[in-house]
């Protein structure tokens, strides 16, 4: 299951949703990001206010489809689920959700650090926050390519 959605979501309820969908499961691993107070790390640079997310309906569910399809060949993945938030969200809120249920732990970590490994990257969001210093986008981070990189080799 991929989502794209304003709307806030459930960890309990969808994990146990990825928990149904896989009984023979050996593991259920979960990810869950929050927009950060503070961008450049604890306490460093302007304080986050908003986040705005904006993204092409379609083409960024098609995208996060290939991660998932890239991740279901390379490991044993039984289910596995998205969501990324849309729109305008305050410092704290949940802003991405990723689920994955494997035959073995490292099968279900790998894939959960490689799906947003490669949505930290690839996907087709795009974020202006606002600080109490003003209004910007945000530049994919130099960091995000070197963890996406690793699995490139």
Request: hydrophobic letters at 40%; one cysteine or more; a negative charge.
């Amino acid at each position: 299951m991929i989502r794209v959605q304003q709307e806030d979501f459930s960890v309990a309820d969808l994990y146990a949703g990825l928990r149904a969908q896989s009984p023979n499961a050996g593991a259920i691993v979960t990810f869950t990001g929050l927009v950060r107070e503070f961008y450049q790390g604890a306490g460093a640079g302007p304080r986050v206010q908003t986040l705005f997310l904006e993204h092409y309906p379609g083409m960024t569910e098609k995208a996060l489809q290939d991660i998932v399809d890239q991740a279901r060949e390379r490991w044993e993945v039984i289910a596995c689920q998205v969501i990324h938030r849309v729109g305008e969200l305050q410092a704290g809120e949940q802003i991405v959700y990723v689920g994955v249920a494997g035959t073995h732990r490292g099968e279900a970590f790998a894939a959960a650090e490689f799906i947003m490994d490669y949505l930290k990257t690839r996907a087709p969001f795009w974020k202006r926050q606002q600080t109490d210093e003003g209004s910007g986008w945000i530049e994919s981070r130099a960091s995000d390519d070197e963890a996406r990189s690793r699995w490139e080799q």
